[in-house]
Nanobody, 125 residues
Framework: QVQLVESGGGLVQAGGSLRLSCAAS????????MGWFRQAPGKEREFVAA????????YYADSVKGRFTISRDIAKNTVYLQMNSLKPEDTAVYYC??????????????????WGQGTQVTVSS
């Protein structure tokens, strides 16, 4: 059973940085993609970034390109989301997701079967 545990959320001022972590367990992830999604109050869950576990290829939503960086540590089975130049509109619950899928499906919420519990990110103005 795949388990994903996020950490690293918190409160930060606009322009600041946070790094989210997603510790994955339960299987070998060599054929998987790992994604970060976010959901703000009253809004649908949206794609933020994804990484192909085997190749390290990365994909980003236009709204975070150039500010956020997704990466993975294969030895630790952990995916990271480094978030810089944060804006109040980045405020949301951030979720880690995993599944054996490839581009372009890695940007689609409904394509992922495995999800973490979420971590709150709040950016104050």
């Amino acid at each position: 059973q795949v388990q994903l545990v996020e950490s690293g959320g918190g409160l930060v001022q606009a322009g600041g940085s946070l790094r989210l972590s997603c510790a994955a367990s339960g299987r070998t992830f060599s054929s998987y993609a790992m994604g970060w999604f976010r959901q703000a109050p009253g809004k649908e869950r949206e794609f933020v970034a994804a990484i192909i576990w085997s190749s390290g290829d990365t994909y980003y939503a236009d709204s975070v390109k150039g500010r956020f960086t997704i990466s993975r540590d294969i030895a630790k089975n952990t995916v990271y989301l480094q978030m810089n130049s944060l804006k109040p509109e980045d405020t949301a619950v951030y979720y880690c997701a995993a599944d054996a899928i490839s581009y372009p499906f890695i940007m689609v919420v409904t394509e992922y079967d495995y999800w973490g519990q979420g971590t709150q990110v709040t950016v104050s103005s």
